[in-house]
């Protein structure tokens, strides 16, 4: 079986995909244009495949023209247009012998664009999330910026990869957790994870967090369209929440509902 396998809308996997590398390949996180074509990740490199990244015909012939390579194997994929597509990985490091740092945008056809050059994470998974209509984009994860000391959660960038100092980069994200009536701040366990725009030019945050911006908020955030926080909108406890007992029978933990997806 092929570790990319297309079915039918019934299921049943189609005799005729002819992308069968047998059980030694592992392809990850694969993204389809519509136009049938796909670009896909390798786990486990060898011949054509160590270049860690593929491009695969509609009809699922690895296009063996395609000759782009990438340190990474595992993404995170988000169209940029009609013509682009971010891809980040916390484990990407370089792209065609060039550096990157985690995040990159390439065209459909594989070439590396060097006019969107972020080279401002120091550590950390940040993925981008939203690309506005002008050209800014939104990103979201855990993750720390060079001269920066703090963990933080969501910011936006430039077209080019510079970090907007117009939106509210600092001050979002952090998950306090209670043990002995005392709430302990835990802001490298919060996370952003899903971005969407409002129609009052507004954005939607979800994630992993019990706080924004210093006032409770459960999983779910609106903020103004520069990322800072809109009192009147899900003031209330949150989305969810779960409760269960620390291992020593004493504690609760409290552990906020995580969004990672929104749909208008």
């Known amino acids: 079986m092929s570790a990319i396998l297309r079915v039918d809308n019934n299921g049943a996997p189609q005799p005729s995909w002819p992308l069968n590398l047998g059980n030694q390949w592992m392809f990850a996180s694969p993204y389809a244009f519509p136009s049938g074509r796909m670009i896909a990740g390798v786990g486990f490199s060898g011949g054509l495949l160590d270049q860690r990244l593929i491009m695969v015909d509609a009809q699922g012939y690895i296009d063996t023209s395609f000759h782009h390579y990438t340190n990474a194997a595992f993404f995170q994929w988000l169209p940029d247009g009609a013509e682009h597509l971010l891809m980040s ?73 510079r970090l907007d100092s117009s939106f509210n980069n600092f001050h979002t994200a952090d998950y306090k957790a209670w043990g002995f009536g005392t709430a302990i701040s835990t802001g490298a366990i919060s996370g952003i994870y899903t971005v969407c725009e409002t129609s009052d030019g507004g954005l939607l945050v979800g994630g992993r967090f019990s706080h924004y911006q210093g006032q409770p908020r459960q999983g779910l955030v609106k903020t103004d369209a520069d990322g800072f926080l809109d009192p009147n909108y899900l003031y209330g406890s949150g989305v969810d929440s779960v409760e269960f007992w620390d291992s020593d029978g004493q504690s609760i933990d409290i552990i906020p509902g995580v969004v990672r997806h929104i749909v208008r």
Request: net charge negative.
């Open 89 to 161: 990985s916390p484990f990407l490091n370089y792209y065609d012998s060039l550096p990157v740092n985690r995040i990159c945008r390439i065209d459909t056809l594989g070439n590396l664009d060097t006019t969107f050059r972020p080279t401002l994470f120091r550590w950390g998974e940040a993925h981008p999330l939203l690309v506005q209509a002008d050209g800014k984009v939104l990103v979201g994860g855990t993750f720390a910026l060079h001269q920066h000391p703090d963990t933080l959660h969501l910011i936006r960038l430039h077209p080019d990869g």
